[in-house]
């Protein structure tokens, strides 16, 4: 046993590396413990588990389960209770006898061929969420029993390392270096988040910049934007980038890198950062050479982040009429007789006329 859970730890290794693929490593694992489908289970705190990355299973099946049924399920409360990197045997929450007359039964283990299972406890914290891992048996085989347990108790722990491991690799792969990025998460069609590296973000109040965070989902003010970011996740899970504006925000939609692979393949991968530390450094250096007050030096700063005229008066706090006033007086410091010639001076870094 000992040399098989050092081979899966080290698969758990490469999987967090992006160097093997994460369904690979469920079914591996599902294989060595005995079952003959399994899946991977996330759970925010307070909510019902969501599967995400599975084995085996009928998708249709794992929709319905996550649409609905994964509130009913009758082990969820015994499952809420288990204890980090501990196993228990499904029949020992609740056994199927107990169940045979419910909803839940008919339309989730009998419609989905899962008689028994074994679950596992990956990881339980404000960072990376509660998470659990159930390898599962159909009614045509036998019922797991407590080695298959201790089985897939030892490789809980390479699983959570794997995990965490599996993060630090995509932000730094991604170049997503904290202090830069406002925020990076999972994200789901639904806009659903599951955030990372620094949870706490999610709870501050981010009106200011243009959205807010309401449970787990993220809620632009604007409703139109919001169609717009949940046809951006769907590209997204499709392999296809996006990069957005809204407000002082940049936003970028993405393939959820390899490393996270254990997330599933319905969410995308979220990046929220203001305008870049490259902006910054251009609006410091245009201002200087030209002499503009802390007041233009902000008014350049939103024009080079984009911002049209209303949106940077709106967000400067003056009238429209007042930066109109400013960027003019701006343009004859700088020698530019139109706006737009002097952004594009200051964005490239041309500080003479």
């Keep these: 046993m000992s040399d098989q859970v050092a081979n899966l730890s080290n698969r758990c290794k490469s999987a967090a590396m992006g160097e093997y693929p994460w369904d690979s490593l469920l079914r591996d694992i599902g294989e060595w413990v005995g079952g003959s489908k399994g899946m991977v289970l996330g759970m925010a705190q307070g909510s019902s588990y969501g599967s995400s990355l599975n084995w ?19 082990r969820l409360p015994f499952s809420r209770k288990t204890a980090l990197h501990s196993c228990q045997l499904g029949q020992q929450y609740v056994r199927n006898e107990d169940i045979a007359d419910t909803e839940y039964f008919d339309a989730i283990s009998l419609r989905g061929n899962v008689c028994d299972s074994v679950h596992g406890i990956i990881a339980d914290d404000t960072e990376i969420g509660r998470h659990a891992i159930s390898i599962q048996r159909g009614f045509e085989e036998d019922f797991f ?6 089985q897939l108790q030892a490789l809980l722990m390479p699983l959570e390392q794997a995990v965490r491991d599996s993060i630090r690799v995509a932000r730094v792969s991604g170049d997503m270096a904290p202090a830069e990025r406002l925020l990076y998460a999972l994200i789901d069609p639904g806009l659903n988040l599951q955030c990372f590296d620094r ?9 200011d910049y243009g959205f807010s965070i309401e449970g787990r989902r993220f809620v632009p003010d604007n409703q139109r934007h919001a169609g717009v970011l949940e046809r951006a996740v769907r590209l997204g899970i499709s392999g296809h980038a996006s990069n957005l504006r809204i407000g002082r925000l940049e936003i970028s939609i993405s393939a959820v890198p390899a490393p996270l692979g254990w997330a599933g393949d319905n969410c995308a991968f979220l990046s929220v950062c203001l305008p870049d530390s490259k902006n910054r450094t251009a609006t410091e250096l245009f201002a200087l050479a030209h002499d503009f007050s802390d007041r233009e030096q902000a008014i350049l700063g939103e024009l080079l982040g984009g911002a049209p005229m209303r949106d940077a008066a709106s967000q400067l706090g003056m009238g429209y009429e007042t930066l109109r006033w400013h960027v003019k007086n701006m343009c004859h410091k700088s020698g530019y007789a139109r706006r737009e010639a002097m952004v594009l001076a200051a964005l490239t870094g041309e500080i003479s006329t």
């Design 199 to 207: 949870p706490e973000l999610a709870a501050q109040d981010w009106r």
């Design 56 to 74: 085996n299973h009928d998708p249709q099946e794992l929709d319905r389960y996550n649409s609905h049924y994964n509130k009913l399920d009758p």
């Design 145 to 150: 029993e407590r080695s298959h347990a201790r």
